[in-house]
C-alpha cells in the first residue's frame, strides 16, 4: 500500500495532467508487451500481436527489452530518470531530459534496479557507471519504441486521456476536490487526509506543501503508480477511467479511414447533430434528454451510434454515464474538419 499524506497546502496543488505522458505511456506500453503481463488487461491483445510484429520488422526487439530489462512489469521499483517531468509538454522535450540525466543520478538509480538481481549484462553496468553513450543509447531506444507501439494509437490515447480529464471535472464540479480524490477508481481510496493506493510495496509519501499531478494513462493497467524519489515533484499515474464497449475501430486507435466513413454515415440526421452539439458540455444519458427533449432511450440510441462512430467516449461513474467528445467529435462540432 502506498500512503500519499496531504496536507492543507497541498490540496489546492492538485491538478490533473493537461494531457497524456509520452515518456509514461512508452515505458507503461513496453511493460504491456513483456511476457508476464500476457495474461492481463485483454484489450490490449490485438494491439500486443500488432506492436510485436512491428517492432520485429523494424530490429528493435532489443530495445523493448532494454526497456523491459530497467521496467518490468510488477517491480517495486524503476529508474525516475526514464519519466522525466519534461515529458509533460511533449516527447522531444521528455527525450532533452532523459538524455542530460546527471552522471551520479543515472548511477545510483541504475544501480538501486539491479541491486537484487544476481547477473547483469556488461551494457547495464556500463549505464549503472554512469556511461554518458549507454545513455544515449536508452534515449534512442525509449524514442524508437515510442515511434513503433505507442505513436500509431496518440490520437485514441489522447482522447481517452482527455474523456477521463472531463470525468474529473465533473467531479470536482459536483464534490469539490474530494470528491476527485474519491474518483480516482477501484485501487485508489481516499481517506483525508492521506490517499491510499494499491502498491506492491508499503511506502509513506509526505508531499509536504509540494501538491501532486494526477497523470491519466492508457497503458496504465491496474495498480497506479508513482516516482521513487520523494524529493521530487510527486506524480500519481493512474488507469484512465474505463472506456465502455464500442465495435467502433476508431475508439481503439486502429486508424483505417474506410471505417471511418462507413461509421460517418450513421450520423445523417438534425437529432444526431444536436446531440453530438450537446455532448460538447459533457453530461450523463439523462441531463442529454433532460436538455435535447428526449427519451431517455432516444438520447441513450443517439449516443451509441456517436459513440461507434468515434465521436463520442462514455465512462461509467459510479451509477452514471458520462459522455465526452473525442478530438474528432470537438472538430466537428467546431467546424475544424
Not at 112 to 124: A, D, E, K, L
Request: aromatic residues 6%; charged residues 25%.
Amino acid at each position: 500500500m502506498l500512503r500519499i499524506h496531504f496536507t492543507d497546502q497541498d490540496l489546492p496543488r492538485v491538478r490533473v495532467a493537461t494531457g497524456a505522458d509520452p515518456m509514461w505511456e512508452t515505458l507503461l506500453a513496453a511493460q504491456q508487451l513483456a511476457p508476464a503481463s500476457r495474461g492481463g488487461n485483454r484489450e490490449f491483445g490485438g494491439w500486443r500481436r500488432r506492436a510485436h510484429a512491428a517492432l520485429a520488422d523494424r530490429g528493435l526487439v532489443g530495445a523493448l527489452r532494454t526497456l523491459q530489462t530497467l521496467a518490468p512489469p510488477g517491480a517495486d521499483y524503476f529508474p525516475d530518470f526514464l519519466t522525466p517531468a519534461a515529458a509533460q509538454e511533449g516527447l522531444a522535450a521528455g527525450i532533452d531530459e532523459l538524455r542530460g540525466t546527471p552522471r551520479r543520478r543515472l548511477a545510483e538509480e541504475t544501480a538501486r534496479t539491479f541491486r537484487s538481481r544476481r547477473s547483469v549484462s556488461p551494457w547495464f553496468r556500463d549505464l549503472a557507471r554512469g556511461d554518458g553513450d549507454r545513455l544515449a543509447e536508452l534515449a534512442d531506444a525509449v524514442a524508437q519504441v515510442y515511434r513503433t507501439v505507442v505513436a500509431p494509437g496518440w490520437s485514441a490515447t489522447a482522447a481517452l486521456v482527455e474523456a477521463d480529464r472531463a470525468v474529473r471535472s465533473r467531479a470536482v464540479r459536483d464534490e469539490g476536490l474530494h470528491g476527485m480524490l474519491a474518483s480516482l477508481g477501484p485501487a485508489v481510496r481516499w481517506e483525508p487526509p492521506t490517499l491510499l493506493v494499491t502498491y506492491p510495496e508499503a511506502r509513506d509519501l509526505w508531499l509536504d506543501g509540494s501538491g501532486l499531478r494526477l497523470v491519466p494513462s492508457r497503458f496504465c493497467w491496474r495498480m497506479p503508480v508513482a516516482l521513487a524519489d520523494p524529493g521530487l515533484p510527486q506524480v500519481l499515474v493512474y488507469p484512465a477511467a474505463a472506456e465502455l464497449p464500442s465495435p467502433s475501430p476508431a475508439t481503439l486507435g486502429h486508424d483505417d479511414p474506410r471505417d471511418r466513413i462507413r461509421a460517418l454515415s450513421t450520423l445523417l440526421g438534425r437529432t444526431r447533430a444536436r446531440v453530438l452539439a450537446a455532448v460538447a458540455n459533457c453530461g450523463t444519458t439523462g441531463e442529454l434528454a433532460v436538455r435535447l427533449a428526449v427519451s431517455p432511450a432516444s438520447a441513450s440510441s443517439h449516443v451509441s451510434a456517436l459513440r461507434q462512430a468515434g465521436l463520442v467516449l462514455s465512462r461509467r461513474v459510479d451509477s452514471h454515464v458520462v459522455h465526452t467528445l473525442t478530438s474528432l467529435g470537438e472538430a466537428l462540432v467546431r467546424g475544424r474538419v
